[in-house]
Nanobody, 118 residues
Framework: QVQLVESGGGLVQPGGSLRLSCTAS????????MRWYRQGIGKERELVAS????????NYGDSVKGRFTISRDNAKNTVYLQMNSLVLEDTAVYFC???????????WGKGTLVTVSP
């Protein structure tokens, strides 16, 4: 059974930090590009960050560049999102996504809520 389970969300003050984790099971994690998306209330889902299968290539949305860092540990089947200097606009549900163009498959987690509030 394929699962992507996010954790690490919560309430944080502006300027604070959080580290999200997403642990995968049921598929060949190291063969999948991994992404973090987020969706705020009344907003469209947006791509936050992505990391290649080997972890040697990353990309970030403009709104998080320089503040967020995506990484992965293929031995632990886990992808991380380190979020620093959080601002109110970072409030959203954060989703983990796994995608393989080779296999033509894509999986989503259920999300973890991040709330940035004074």
């Amino acid at each position: 059974q394929v699962q992507l389970v996010e954790s690490g969300g919560g309430l944080v003050q502006p300027g604070g930090s959080l580290r999200l984790s997403c642990t995968a099971s049921g598929f060949m994690f190291s063969r999948y590009d991994m992404r973090w998306y987020r969706q705020g209330i009344g907003k469209e889902r947006e791509l936050v960050a992505s990391v290649s299968r080997a972890g040697d290539s990353t990309n970030y949305g403009d709104s998080v560049k320089g503040r967020f860092t995506i990484s992965r540990d293929n031995a632990k089947n886990t992808v991380y999102l380190q979020m620093n200097s959080l601002v109110l606009e970072d409030t959203a549900v954060y989703f983990c996504n796994a995608r393989s163009f080779l296999f033509g498959t894509e999986y989503w987690g259920k999300g973890t809520l991040v709330t940035v509030s004074p």
